[in-house]
């Protein structure tokens, strides 16, 4: 016979069995509890980089010159006037001397072959008045003869006619018969210049027979 059921019996609620975790694809179990998103934490910020101090330019500082110390005036002695240079080995030499006409000569020769006419009767009147007050009369026949020559090319016939036969009387008065020939053929050429033709060639006759 069946029992019959007792009414302080209550009938209990079936139990559900249960479920095993289901795991994933790569073979780990799920964990049922959700963990918690991870903050970041940013990192700190770091402190605007500050202006560095650009380097005061260094300043060359000139080395100190030593001074070089004239020699003390003796008691006496007079200080050398502006615009006078002492005179000392390799210098210039002095206006009135024979190397000073001479170097004037010089000068004015090579004045004459580049061309320089102004500057040819200049320094052939410089060395002229040097050898005069030298009373050399080589080197006044010499610069005579230049300055011939030079009133020759610059169509001054009269001045180069006095030039020239003041040379030609002392170059024969030094028996200088080379030097000579050189005025007699200047003469015929001015003669020539100035149209008289038969003059001329009697210069140039007496230069043959002087040289």
């Known amino acids: 016979m069946q029992e019959e059921t007792r009414p302080d019996q209550e009938e209990q609620p079936p139990v559900e069995p249960e479920k095993p975790p289901t795991k994933s694809k790569s073979g780990k179990k799920k964990s ?13 910020e770091s402190e605007p980089d500050k202006p560095q101090a650009e380097p ?9 010159v030593a001074e070089t110390s004239s020699a003390e005036s003796k008691p006496g002695e007079q200080e ?9 080995e390799g210098a210039p030499p002095e206006g009135d ?3 000073a006409a001479r170097e004037a000569l010089a000068s004015g020769k090579q004045d004459m072959a580049q061309g320089k006419h102004r500057a040819a009767r200049e320094h052939y009147e410089r060395a ?22 030079v009133s020759l090319l610059q169509a001054e016939y009269d001045a180069a006619l006095d ?21 007699l053929r200047q003469l015929g050429l001015l003669y020539r210049l100035r149209g008289n033709e ?10 043959r027979a002087s040289s």
Do not use: C, M, N, W
């Open 97 to 99: 001397s024979i190397d």
């Open 32 to 44: 049922q509890s959700k963990s918690e998103p991870v903050k970041e934490t940013p990192p700190p």
């Open 128 to 149: 002229l008045a040097s050898f005069e007050k030298q009373k050399d009369r080589p080197g006044i026949a010499d610069s005579l003869f230049g300055l011939g020559i």
């Open 56 to 64: 005061e330019p260094v300043q060359a500082v000139p080395e100190p």
């Open 163 to 183: 030039h020239l036969e003041h040379a030609l009387a002392i170059r024969r008065e030094l028996d200088d018969r080379a030097g000579q020939a050189d005025v």
């Open 198 to 207: 038969a003059l001329a060639q009697d210069y140039y006759r007496q230069a």
């Open 80 to 88: 050398s006037e502006p615009g006078k240079e002492e005179t000392r």
